[in-house]
């Protein structure tokens, strides 16, 4: 992995690092006891970043290219050293160099279940998992921050703690967006950008960034996504009378094409026909004509779904409101044509005066005076 030259005794004249792993983050060049020459040659490779440690204190930090160590190209050590332009002697330092690319394909999940409070089912629980991707943007606080003396740092070292940080801001935004559960798998782009900001604002303290990051899925427990597929399916029936019949010529159909399995199961759904031609018959009366049935009792339709609404101000969400609630906001001066709403099945933010359902309530308030 490491490569490195040594003059004849005891000078080091060359100084690079080339990595054939995926996960190494930072490796230290190994001086074994030897001197830098000065002048020397350090190449940086595309990246990488090197970081000169000089006694203990935090010195120059090279970017991708080939440098002569030389007192013109270490500002920062011939400053501690005390360096005269005529300075020709061999020195010591610490070298670590930094891989600056992206670490990729990191995954993240929820260890334990995120409670939340869904406007439809009520207190609910979910789980999420997805991947991120992550690099060094700044050597030298990364190195001081996290680094410190290792002489060889992998990723498996911080994704831990990176994957905590994950998880603490993702419960935190998703139990304060007010999002439905059934809506959440639409807005997972949208809440993916939230989380991802509010991570890189804590991971840039250690000298990292989070160039991208993915909610791969949101799910539910088991048990209520049983629920959930028990209501689907009753909601694909439909009419659960004619379900049970279509369900029962089903079956005697089946029966009639196996004749050689069951005489006994043939002769039981015979009678079974029979008896409820028998009982049509009777319904029908003597003359054959069916007696109209009493008109079931009409039952009032549900009563339609109001909306709830949640405001967009200076980065923030809060709501939900009912429409009602919006409309006293409008009178107080809290609610603006230009006010940012969302609710449930709407594709994205929009003003409020854009959504039909709520430009009605500002007919009622005269519209700003020209010029203001």
């Not at 040659?41 to 970081?51: I, P």
């Not at 920062?76 to 610490?94: A, C, I, N, R, Y």
């Not at 009912?322 to 809290?334: E, F, H, Q």
Request: aromatic content about 10%; overall charge negative.
């Amino acid at each position: 992995m490491p490569i490195f030259d040594f003059l004849s005794g005891q000078f080091i004249d060359v100084i690079h690092w080339t990595d054939d792993t995926r996960d190494t983050m930072v490796w230290r060049f190994e001086r074994e006891g030897h001197e830098i020459k000065y002048g020397a040659k350090l190449t940086v490779r595309e990246g990488q970043a090197a970081v000169f440690v000089h006694e203990g204190q935090l010195a120059d930090v090279f970017t991708p290219g080939l440098y002569m160590l030389e007192t013109n190209n270490m500002p920062v050590m011939t400053s501690l050293q005390h360096w005269d332009h005529g300075f020709k002697s061999p020195f010591k330092s610490e070298i670590y160099f930094i891989s600056t690319t992206r670490f990729n394909n990191l995954k993240w999940g929820t260890k334990n279940p995120i409670m939340l409070r869904d406007p439809e089912f009520g207190p609910t629980r979910i789980r999420a998992f997805g991947t991120y991707t992550v690099r060094v943007a700044d050597a030298a606080k990364f190195l001081s921050e996290i680094v410190g003396t290792d002489g060889e740092f992998t990723m498996d070292e911080i994704s831990f703690q990176i994957r905590n940080i994950i998880v603490q801001a993702f419960s935190r935004i998703i139990a304060g967006s007010g999002i439905p559960v059934l809506d959440m798998a639409a807005n997972t782009a949208d809440l993916g950008k939230l989380v991802a900001g509010e991570i890189s604002a804590v991971v840039a303290e250690y000298g990292l960034s989070i160039p991208e990051f993915y909610i791969e899925n949101i799910s539910l427990p088991p048990e209520v996504e049983a629920a959930l597929d028990k209501r689907t399916s009753m909601g694909i029936a439909g009419d659960l009378g004619r379900f049970t019949q279509y369900s029962a010529a089903e079956a005697m159909t089946a029966a009639a094409k196996n004749p050689s399995g069951g005489a006994g199961i043939g002769a039981g759904l015979g009678m079974g026909m029979g008896m409820a031609m028998a009982q049509q018959m009777a319904d029908q009366g003597p003359w054959g004509a069916r007696p109209a049935p009493a008109a079931a009792p009409q039952s009032p339709p549900p009563p339609p779904v109001e909306h709830v609404w949640h405001i967009a101000e200076n980065g923030q969400t809060h709501g939900p409101y009912s429409k009602a609630a919006m409309g006293r906001m409008v009178t107080d001066g809290k609610l603006t044509r230009d006010s940012h709403v969302w609710t449930a099945g709407q594709d994205g933010w929009k003003r409020a005066e854009d959504v039909t359902e709520l430009a009605t309530l500002f007919t009622v308030m005269p519209p700003p005076p020209p010029g203001a």
